[in-house]
Every structure is written in structure tokens, then in C-alpha cells.
């Protein structure tokens, strides 16, 4: 992850940042799975306007926290399914494993928000 998008929302939200960051973490968490699986079903009914839908909302949720891996290959998809170029060598198993490789990271954030703070 680049940790720019998250320091700049602990700025701006001073004391509330842990339970605003934990909120839009946990909102991620749960609705980019069901992104993914549109985009699936998108590749597999060839729907250029669903994919276009789905890669653009999951390109922009990523971006907002960091992920900017799963973001680029979002973009790219988001293009195809602008353009209606529904091809065959759309790589869906490169955006499942950059998906994983940001769900531990936001999970390992989530904890570290979670955590009790030393107020000794």
C-alpha cells in the first residue's frame, strides 16, 4: 500500500481517524469482493458496460486507501469496457492476487488502528 492516502485522511481527521479509517477499511473489505465477482461475471457474459462499472468503482475505492497496483489494473479493465473491447486475454487472476496482497495489508492497518494505545 502507499501510506500517503491514509496519512493525509489521519490528518484531516485528527482524533477521529482511527474509527474513520476502520469504517472505510471494513466498507473496502466487504465490497470488493462482490466488485470482483462482477467483473467476472462482466468478462464472462461479455459486458463492457458492467466491467467499465465495477473496474471504475473498484479503481477508485483502491486508490482512495492506497492501493495503487490493484488501482492501475483496475484502470485498465475500466478502459477495455469503455472501449467494448472485451477480449479474451483480460487477466482476472492478476487482479484476484493483487486483491489478496491488499487485503492483508489493510487487515495488519485494521489491527493497528484496533489496537489499545499506551496512554502511559
Not at 458496460?49 to 483496475?74: D, E, F, P, V
Not at 475500466?78 to 492478476?94: A, H, T, Y
Request: charged share 20%; with cysteine.
Amino acid at each position: 500500500l502507499n501510506p500517503t492516502p491514509l496519512a493525509e485522511l489521519r490528518k484531516i481527521a485528527g482524533e477521529d481517524a482511527p474509527s474513520i479509517i476502520t469504517s472505510l477499511i471494513r466498507c473496502y473489505l466487504q465490497e470488493a469482493p462482490a466488485l470482483i465477482a462482477q467483473i467476472k461475471q462482466a468478462i464472462v457474459h461479455a459486458d463492457a458496460a458492467l466491467l467499465n462499472r465495477a473496474a471504475h468503482t473498484l479503481k477508485s475505492s483502491s486508490a482512495s486507501l492506497g492501493a495503487m497496483m490493484l488501482s492501475q489494473h483496475c484502470e485498465a479493465l475500466e478502459v477495455l469496457g469503455r472501449e467494448g473491447k472485451m477480449s479474451s486475454d483480460i487477466n482476472l487472476p492478476q487482479i484476484e492476487a493483487a486483491f489478496e496482497l491488499v487485503k492483508a495489508a489493510l487487515e495488519a492497518e485494521l489491527r493497528s488502528n484496533e489496537a489499545p494505545l499506551d496512554k502511559g
